[in-house]
T-cell receptor, first 117, second 111 residues
Framework: GAVVSQHPSWVICKSGTSVKIECRSLDFQATTMFWYRQFPKQSLMLMATSNEGSKATYEQGVEKDKFLINHASLTLSTLTVTSAHPEDSSFYIC?????????????FGPGTRLTVL | DAKTTQPPSMDCAEGRAANLPCNHSTISGNEYVYWYRQIHSQGPQYIIHGLKNNETNEMASLIITEDRKSSTLILPHATLRDTAVYYCIVRVGNTGNQFYFGTGTSLTVIP
């Protein structure tokens, strides 16, 4: 299947700093990408839908000013956690929709583990 | 999207078939059933999906009841590498809408 990459795979930062996570579709174009967050021993929680060339759509309860999403090209979406705090420590996963398939399958990235000290 | 109900955990002996149930009693006519799995600290992996007919691929089989209110994912010969959390998700059509994950079933394959 298609490949989605994330960078970095893990990051440790100090409280108050901002962290940018990249999500790339390597062999297909994705007008829509999705960002999820997963806390230990919990399920994935959808944070936002990222649309190429337009503003992201955030799920209820997710602060758009804290989690900045940019989807500037058909193969790249970025999530910036601004002024990160320890409670933002989590596993962040993106997925991309492959419009080339007959059923718009979603492919997930390997995830980025963020630890805020 | 409809909600799904799955048992929190299951065990299966290596080499035997693993049958993972999912209830989706409020599913509507245009909602598909998708199955993904997540191995520890990795991104979810697509397994299979279907609308109303049973489906089979190289990984698994999906059996959907006639009333579509429940389904079963079958891993025909479970291996240790199949140990993972399995998520059953229902989603409208093939539009590429968002996935909302439930709690899933943690499958442990026992040697």
């Amino acid at each position: 299947g298609a490949v989605v990459s994330q960078h970095p795979s893990w990051v440790i930062c100090k409280s108050g700093t901002s962290v940018k996570i990249e999500c790339r579709s390597l062999d297909f174009q994705a007008t829509t990408m999705f960002w999820y967050r997963q806390f230990p021993k919990q399920s994935l929680m959808l944070m936002a839908t990222s649309n190429e060339g337009s503003k992201a759509t955030y799920e209820q309860g997710v602060e758009k000013d804290k989690f900045l999403i940019n989807h500037a090209s058909l193969t790249l979406s970025t999530l910036t956690v601004t002024s990160a705090h320890p409670e933002d420590s989590s596993f962040y996963i993106c997925s991309a929709r492959d419009q080339g398939t007959s059923y718009n399958e979603q492919f997930f990235g390997p995830g980025t583990r963020l630890t805020v000290l | 999207d409809a909600k799904t109900t799955q048992p929190p955990s299951m065990d299966c002996a290596e080499g035997r078939a693993a049958n993972l149930p999912c209830n989706h009693s409020t599913i509507s006519g245009n909602e598909y059933v998708y199955w993904y799995r997540q191995i520890h600290s990795q991104g979810p992996q697509y397994i299979i999906h279907g609308l109303k007919n049973n489906e089979t691929n190289e990984m698994a089989s999906l059996i959907i009841t006639e009333d579509r209110k429940s389904s079963t994912l079958i891993l025909p010969h479970a291996t240790l590498r199949d140990t993972a959390v399995y998520y059953c998700i229902v989603r409208v059509g093939n539009t590429g809408n968002q996935f909302y994950f439930g709690t899933g079933t943690s499958l442990t394959v026992i040697p």
